[in-house]
Every structure is written in structure tokens, then in C-alpha cells.
């Protein structure tokens, strides 16, 4: 969701988005399937809201919390962990004088699923892991709270300001279900090739600039006795985080966004899509990838890498915060930017960096307004620094770490979002269709990985693929257009 995001982050391997099946999640992902069972549930007559408590609003209670109202928060305990979110809870238990129920987990899908259907949902959750919620059948159902009353309320900073003017602007897009604002994506991930910066100034190497540079790069490293590159090839849709954005960076967004609505062709009549995918075919050909890794975790090979079995791997800024058991003090964790290619559209210090870490509040939860007061105690400063400080990673406020001395990670995606200053990428594929990127893509690309798939059969197959959910009327479509 993330992304996908992706992964939208860690735990079992999705962050992402998630993405999570993606995301930030799985190899054989049950993806969106949770809610199918639940498609009536809560629905129909049973439509009305439950009384929600009200209180009265006020310049310190804009939307109107009732004090001493408990609140239900379920948190995705994945490569985040879950503290961040119990810290803001504190706050809120604190302001407001209520019993604050709080569950940190990876199985959010399984054990909400069935709540959804009764009726009883949580009131406020991080809707990630590989085991999430299907939001996008939930905002039809109608089960998700519309969020404009937290986005016109005023920033806990700054008054004169409303969160919807201290948010990254994409937020503000990637959280839409047609004209509906009802998902927030609290982090910003930073997708791309990850490396050690001090390997690299031990050996003298530098950060390539262009997809040629990069090969003749990893002929060097591969002499000195080292793999260019791991992967979690139990999860190969891991290498999408880099492999899409190389794509969009190159052939232009206009062009990705065709591949974003399933237009017929999109992948074939990319020149972008063939230029990525052949360099991908050269490293397999040339065996630059760590051997074994198409049998490795996102866990698996992250310690590989910090290992130095490797020097580059594809992944998202949650992995700083993930990989630190085994992380050396002096790695030097750094984030580079996409590569160069042949007649790109996108320029020089382009990156992927896109909203992730889903959170939704349940309409028909008992307290939903809690639930939106909860995120914009989360959206203060207070909460961003602390979220940048436990889990070294960005959220979507705005300019919220500035000032702050950063992990080594966290400062090099922050400087590199900096250098991309408005050339940031942001992909829906893999949100709004894990089960195509996650399965069905990601097989393929595990196969040319290994070198047991050529890149123009990838492409081929991977069109099929983006063909047969676009003719299937049991999947919900989007559409972008920016």
C-alpha cells in the first residue's frame, strides 16, 4: 500500500508500499483478498454510525474529542516497530484523560478482517505489512472515515496552518479514493539503491551516475572479490522499487503513468522498459548478482549486505531501521539516486520517494474523531522528530527534521531528496495492484534475475500479465492522470 508503497515496511517484507505484498511483505502474498468475505459487512442498513462520542470544539480541541472517550488503535509492527505510535498514544491519553487500547502487529488483515464484518472495528490503524487490509474495497464499503475535517483542522505547531499545508503535497494525492481523502500515508520512504558509503571510499569506488557506469562498476567490484549486488529473491518484487522507478525515470511519467492504468501496450511500447530491463538481464548474464540470493528474505539478504557480502542492494529508507542488528557503527548507510540511461525524460538526481505507511480511521469505529485527533498529534513536530529518531525514517511533514542530527541513512535520503528537489517519482502500481507487481510481475522478474528469463520475454510476459487484470471486471481500476 504501499507503497505499496510498498513495503510500506518491514516486517514481513512489504513496506511499500508496500506494498507489502509488496510493500512494504510476500512471495506467494495473500494480497487483497481479506475483505472479500466481508463485502456486506457493516454495509447496507446497517449503515448508520454508531453514536459517536462528541465533545465541544475548541481552538485546543478543533475537532471536537470527547474527553474520556477510550480509543482503539491497531499498529503494524514491522520494520517501524510500533513505539512511535505508542508515544503519540500517550499524548493523547494524557490531553484527554481516555483509556487509549493499543495492538502492535504483523497480521493486520487476519484479525481485522472479521471485526470489519461485525461491525466493531478499531477506531485508528497502520494498515500495513504483507498481511494488510484492502482499503480499496473498504472506501467503497464505506468503511473508511473521510479525513478532510482532520486536513482543515489546525496544525498542533502552528495554528495559522492546516495540516493539509504542512503535508507533502503527494500525500495529499495518494491518499484519494476517487474524491475522497481517507488514507493518510504517515511516512515517506525513499526507494533506491542502498549502499555503504565508507566500503565504497575504502575501495576507492564511486556512486554511478548512468546505468553503463553501474556495469562497469560492478566488473570492478566483482574482481575484488565482492558481489555487486543482493536481493530478496523470495520476494522479488523488492527489485520493483528500484526496477519501476528506473522505468518512470527514464521513459517519463507520462509514460508510466499508461503502465499505472493498465493501458494496452504500455510495457511494450516503452523504450525505457527495454532499456531497464536488458541491464537487468546483462548483470544476471554477467553473474553480478551475491550467489543464492534468489533463496534469500528481505532480512537475509539486508544481512548480507551489511555483511559486505555485497555492496548494493534494492530497498526502501525503512531499512536502515530494520538492518540495524547487524548494521556495522561506521557502514555509512547512503541512499543514491536513479540512474541515468539513454535519452531519458527525468534528470540527473531524480528519485523514487513516495508516500507510504497507511492510516486509516474506521467510520464506523466507536470513536473515529479520537481517531483523526490521534494522526494530527502524530503530524505535530514533536512526533515527526520522534518518529525520524526511533525509526530513521522521514514522515510526511514537511521540513519537520530540519536542524536534527540524523542516522547516517536518514541524512543521505534526506540530502537526496534535497538534490531531487520536484523530480520526485511517485508509482501506484503496486498500491492499487499488488497481486499483479507482488506474484505475477515479481515471479517473472525472480526468473530474470536468476538469467532463466530474457528481457524481451519479460516484457512480453509482464504485458500479459498487466492485460489479464485489466480485463478482469473483479478487480477495482483507477485511473491517474498526473
Same mark, same amino acid.
Given at each position: 500500500?504501499?507503497?505499496?508503497? /510498498? ?14 505484498? +509488496? ?10 483478498? %481479506? ?37 482503539? +488503535? ?10 512511535? +505510535? ?11 484523560? /481516555? ?135 523470495? %520476494? ?7 526496477? %519501476? ?20 501496450? +504500455? ?42 557480502? /555485497? ?172
Amino acid at each position: 500500500m504501499g507503497s505499496t508503497s /510498498a513495503h510500506n515496511n518491514g516486517g514481513l517484507g512489504r513496506r511499500d508500499v508496500i506494498k507489502r505484498s +509488496a510493500a512494504l511483505g510476500l512471495i506467494t502474498v495473500p494480497t487483497m483478498g %481479506f475483505l472479500s468475505a466481508c463485502a456486506t459487512g457493516g454495509g447496507g442498513d446497517n449503515d448508520k454510525k454508531t453514536d459517536a462520542p462528541k465533545g465541544e470544539t475548541s481552538a485546543e480541541n478543533p475537532l471536537g474529542v470527547k474527553n474520556g472517550a477510550p480509543l482503539e +488503535a491497531f499498529i503494524f509492527k514491522g520494520g517501524l516497530g510500533d513505539q512511535y +505510535a505508542k508515544d503519540a498514544e500517550a499524548d493523547y491519553k494524557t490531553k484527554y484523560k /481516555a483509556e487509549v487500547k493499543h495492538t502492535g502487529t504483523q497480521q493486520v488483515g487476519p484479525k481485522l478482517t472479521p471485526r470489519f464484518a461485525g461491525g466493531n472495528p478499531p477506531d485508528v490503524i497502520d494498515n500495513s505489512g504483507a498481511d494488510h487490509l484492502d482499503m480499496n474495497k473498504l472506501s467503497g464499503q464505506g468503511q473508511l472515515q473521510d479525513l478532510k475535517a482532520l486536513l482543515d483542522a489546525p496544525s498542533m505547531d502552528d495554528p495559522t496552518k492546516k495540516i493539509r499545508d504542512v503535508i507533502h503535497p503527494s500525500t495529499l494525492e495518494k491518499g484519494m479514493h476517487g474524491d475522497k481523502f481517507d488514507v493518510l500515508y504517515y511516512a515517506f520512504t525513499i526507494y533506491g539503491t542502498w549502499y555503504s558509503q565508507k566500503l565504497l571510499d575504502d575501495k576507492g569506488w564511486t556512486y554511478p551516475k548512468t546505468l553503463d557506469e553501474m556495469v562497469t562498476l560492478c566488473g570492478e567490484i566483482k574482481k575484488a572479490g565482492i558481489a555487486p549486488w543482493t536481493y530478496a529473491g523470495k %520476494f522479488p518484487y523488492y527489485v520493483h522499487f528500484n526496477l %519501476f522507478g528506473q522505468i518512470a525515470k527514464i521513459g517519463g511519467m507520462d509514460a508510466w503513468i499508461a503502465i499505472d492504468n493498465l493501458e494496452p501496450n +504500455a510495457w511494450t511500447n516503452n523504450d525505457a522498459v527495454k532499456q531497464v530491463a536488458e541491464h537487468y538481464e546483462e548483470l544476471a548474464a554477467k553473474k553480478y548478482f551475491l550467489e543464492g540470493s534468489q533463496g534469500l528474505t528481505h532480512i537475509q539478504s539486508q544481512t548480507a549486505w551489511t555483511k559486505n557480502k /555485497a555492496v548494493f542492494i534494492p530497498n526502501g529508507s525503512w531499512v536502515e531501521n530494520e538492518a540495524a542488528p547487524t548494521t556495522p557503527k561506521d557502514f555509512g548507510m547512503s541512499v543514491g539516486a536513479l540512474f541515468d540511461g539513454t535519452g531519458d525524460k527525468m534528470p540527473t538526481a531524480t528519485l523514487r520517494g513516495e508516500p507510504s505507511e497507511p492510516y486509516i480511521v474506521s467510520a464506523k469505529g466507536k470513536n473515529p474523531t479520537g481517531g483523526m485527533e490521534l494522526l494530527r498529534i502524530m503530524l505535530s513536530k514533536k512526533h515527526a522528530q520522534n518518529f525520524a529518531t526511533k525509526v530513521k525514517s522521514l514522515t510526511c511533514v514537511q521540513d519537520a527534521t530540519e536542524g536534527m542530527t540524523l542516522s547516517p541513512g536518514l541524512a543521505s535520503a534526506s540530502k537526496a531528496v534535497k538534490a531531487a528537489g520536484a523530480n520526485l517519482i511517485s508509482l501506484q502500481l503496486q498500491e492499487w495492484y499488488p497481486a499483479l507487481t507482488d506474484e505475477k510481475i515479481g515471479g517473472l522478474t525472480g526468473q530474470l534475475l536468476t538469467g532463466d528469463l530474457k528481457a524481451a520475454d519479460w516484457i512480453k510476459k509482464t504485458q500479459a500479465e498487466a492485460d489479464k487484470v485489466a480485463k478482469d471486471s473483479s478487480v477495482t481500476k483507477f485511473k491517474r492522470t498526473s
